[in-house]
Structures are given as structure tokens and as C-alpha cells.
Nanobody, 123 residues
């Protein structure tokens, strides 16, 4: 069983920074890709950034150069450093982790989600 708990959200002014963390209960080594999605009212959930177990990263065009995703395997944590924040970054941010689970002897992909943390950027 793997559980994900986000922290670090809050209210910040335009141009400010926040660092989100996602604590993983259970072994982070059982998780393959991890990442962050965000969702604001009236909009679809958007992939913000992802990182593989090997450390390869991917970013949405809207955050590239401003956000940095990192994975701390020693402490079972995933981070998202967000700099130069804009009002359009306001959303609930969710972390996720992908792993394989065995059902009936067959490995199947499974995604775990955190509960979300609110980020609000004031203009």
C-alpha cells in the first residue's frame, strides 16, 4: 500500500516562490514515474511535471523554466519548486505515483493520488 500526502501550498504574490512536497508512505522504490497535476475551477486537470525512476523529467510548456521537479529517494519525497509564480498558476496541485500491482498473477499499472494542496497566487 502506498499513500501520498502533499504539503507546502499556500498564498503567495506574483513573482514569489513555493515548494511543494509529496510524502510517500511505503517504499518510493516501488514507484516508477511520479509527478504533479493541477486543477483550477472550470478547467481540466493538467499535467505540470513528471519524473521517472531514472530521473528523466518532463514539464508543461507553461511552467518550463520556472518549475523544477525532484525526487528524494532517501527520504521518500517528491518535490516541486515553483518560482516566478503567476496568477494563472493558481490551482489545487496533486501528486501521483505509478507502480505495478499484481492481480491474479498479472501485473497491472496502478496510479496513487494525493489529496491535493491549494496554491493561490495573488496579482
Amino acid at each position: 500500500q502506498v499513500q501520498l500526502v502533499e504539503s507546502g501550498g499556500g498564498l503567495v504574490q506574483t513573482g514569489g516562490s513555493l515548494r511543494l512536497s509529496c510524502a510517500v508512505s511505503g517504499s518510493i522504490f516501488s514507484i516508477n514515474a511520479m509527478g504533479w497535476y493541477r486543477q483550477s475551477p472550470g478547467k481540466q486537470r493538467e499535467l505540470v511535471a513528471s519524473i521517472t525512476s531514472g530521473g528523466s523529467t518532463n514539464y508543461a510548456t507553461s511552467v518550463k523554466g520556472r518549475f523544477t521537479i525532484s525526487r528524494d529517494n532517501a527520504n521518500n519525497r517528491l518535490h516541486l519548486q515553483m518560482n516566478s509564480l503567476k496568477p494563472e498558476d493558481t490551482a489545487v496541485y496533486y501528486c501521483y505515483g505509478d507502480r505495478s500491482v499484481v492481480a491474479g498473477g498479472v501485473p497491472i499499472p496502478f496510479r496513487s493520488w494525493g489529496q491535493g494542496t491549494q496554491v493561490t497566487v495573488s496579482s
